[in-house]
């Protein structure tokens, strides 16, 4: 197998970041600030993170095999691909938080209504 070579300081960066996130993620769901779903993509994710710091050669493997020149630019990209996800699935979420705004706020406006004739009427 050819040397792998992800320059130290990302390596570095990598297993800090997998586990600082980890951390946080922890103390994010015993705060109940993150539902526990959520905190186990965010651990896995994490732990994908971490075995990319630790053995390089499967992310060598893996750029290698969708043609990439370079494995740092395979992490990178990894990475932007994992932003752009979320970044997806939250303007899901934001959407369907709006249509459930709009209809509550439908909802009050016609109870509000409803109240206003009752009282018209005693």
């Known amino acids: 197998m050819n040397v792998v070579y992800i320059p130290i300081g990302l390596r570095i960066l990598l297993i800090l970041a997998s586990i600082l996130l980890v951390l946080f ?31 390089p050669e499967l992310a060598y493997l893996i750029s290698k095999a969708i043609g990439m020149q370079s494995v740092t630019n ?27 705004l709009k209809k509550l706020n439908y909802e009050l406006a016609v109870l509000k209504g409803i109240k206003k004739e009752s009282e018209k009427e005693e």
């Not at 990475?79 to 709006?98: G, P």
Request: aromatic fraction near 18%.
């Open 25 to 55: 993620v922890i103390v994010s769901a015993r705060k109940s600030q993150l539902d526990v779903r959520y905190a186990i993509l965010w651990v896995s994710w994490a732990i994908a993170i971490l075995i990319i710091g630790i053995w």
């Open 74 to 100: 395979f992490v990178f990209l990894l990475m932007i691909l994992l932003l752009f996800l979320l970044s997806y699935y939250s303007y899901i979420k934001m959407s369907k938080m709006n249509k459930e």
